[in-house]
């Protein structure tokens, strides 16, 4: 599994010590049903220290779309298709809003 600094403000450190994996999307039907399953949502909400189910939530306010997350199987969907490079730089404004601190840029533990 392939780990990236959490923020963009540190991808270039390589001694940063908050580290989570590279979002891994998967397309799933076609036509009217299409949906994007995020497969590795729970590994990235515990490197980030949040339920996994404000993440997808968050996704479906800002591209304005359902979300559907299911804690059981561990599926978390936002309808539509959208590609990795979108929805990471969507989980990045998430980090800078709801994880990151303002003053010094780490981590918040709740």
């Known amino acids: ?16 010590r908050y580290k989570m994996p590279k979002m891994i999307t998967k397309i799933e ?12 949502m729970v590994d990235i909400a515990k490197a980030l220290a949040r339920p996994a189910s404000y993440t997808t939530k968050y996704f479906g306010c800002e591209l304005g779309a359902q979300s559907k997350f299911d804690e059981k199987s561990g599926t978390y969907h936002v309808n539509g298709a ?7 730089g969507l989980i990045e404004n998430f980090i800078k ?14």
């Not at 959208?82 to 990471?88: C, R």
């Not at 809003?97 to 918040?108: A, H, I």
């Open 1 to 16: 599994m392939a780990l990236q600094n959490i923020g963009a403000a540190n991808s270039n450190d390589a001694f940063y």
């Open 29 to 40: 039907g076609r036509g009217n049903g299409i949906k994007t399953n995020i497969v590795n």
């Open 82 to 88: 959208h590609d990795t490079a979108k929805l990471a």
């Open 97 to 110: 809003k709801f994880v990151q601190c303002y003053g010094c840029g780490n981590l918040r533990r709740y």
